[in-house]
């Protein structure tokens, strides 16, 4: 599963190493506030997020409580709650702005 999104990600955006996006935060730091750049790439990254944010909810909410180890649990928790309260709001104003 993890190597189908990997390769689809690839595919989709020709940019495996996401450079585009290392370099767009390269020039907002050098700057000292969000480039256009980078608010594109928060923007072309949203859908990712929302379904890496979706698979990690459920992953979270399948566990069995017997048989998975705490520290799953946690980084899904963690994974997912970082995804909507920080990432998916960032984007979704990076793309009302561009």
């Known amino acids: 599963f993890m190597a189908f999104g990997i390769a689809l990600a690839c595919a989709v955006g020709r ?4 450079l585009s996006g290392a370099r767009a935060v390269a020039e ?25 944010a979706t698979v990690q909810v459920y992953s979270l909410m399948s566990l069995h409580p017997k048989t998975a ?10 994974s ?10 960032g984007q979704i104003q990076a793309s009302h702005v561009i």
């Open 28 to 52: 907002s730091l050098r700057k000292g506030f969000e480039t256009r750049a980078l608010m594109q790439h928060k923007d072309h990254e949203l859908w990712e997020s929302l379904f890496c």
């Open 69 to 78: 180890k705490f520290s799953t649990g946690l980084n899904l928790l963690v």
């Open 80 to 89: 997912a709650s970082v995804n909507l309260a920080i990432s998916i709001p």
């Open 15 to 18: 940019d495996p190493l996401q």
